[in-house]
Nanobody, 126 residues
Framework: QVRLVESGGGSVQSGGSLRLSCVAS????????MGWFRQAPGKEREGVAT?????ARNYAYSVQGRFTISTDKDTLYLQMNSLKPEDTAIYYC??????????????????????WGQGTQVTVSS
């Protein structure tokens, strides 16, 4: 069983910064892909940033140059700079782990992730 716990959300003004953290526990060995997703009211959940066990990263176009995803052992981070009101959403951490020896690349698709955190609210005011 894998558990993901996010923290670091909050309220900031436009142009501000936040750093989200996600601690993974449980059976987290093997290759992996991890990502940050967000869901605004009335909208579908969308991929924001992703990283895999080879270090490959990918970002949604809307956050390129402003957000940075990183990992440190079992913790996933999302550094968010130059925040905009349209970044307001609940942010979710997601992960999938693989034990068959194959490489599974990063992905911004929600369907490619098995484990999800409970989410953390990010609110950006203008």
């Amino acid at each position: 069983q894998v558990r993901l716990v996010e923290s670091g959300g909050g309220s900031v003004q436009s142009g501000g910064s936040l750093r989200l953290s996600c601690v993974a526990s449980g059976y987290t060995s093997g290759s992996y892909r991890m990502g940050w997703f967000r869901q605004a009211p009335g909208k579908e959940r969308e991929g924001v940033a992703t990283v895999d066990s080879r270090g490959a990263r990918n970002y949604a176009y809307s956050v390129q140059g402003r957000f940075t995803i990183s990992t440190d052992k079992d913790t996933l981070y999302l550094q968010m700079n130059s925040l905009k009101p349209e970044d307001t959403a609940i942010y979710y951490c997601a992960a999938s782990y693989f034990f068959d020896g194959y490489y599974y690349p990063q992905s911004l698709q929600t369907s490619d992730y098995r484990h999800w955190g409970q989410g953390t609210q990010v609110t950006v005011s203008s």
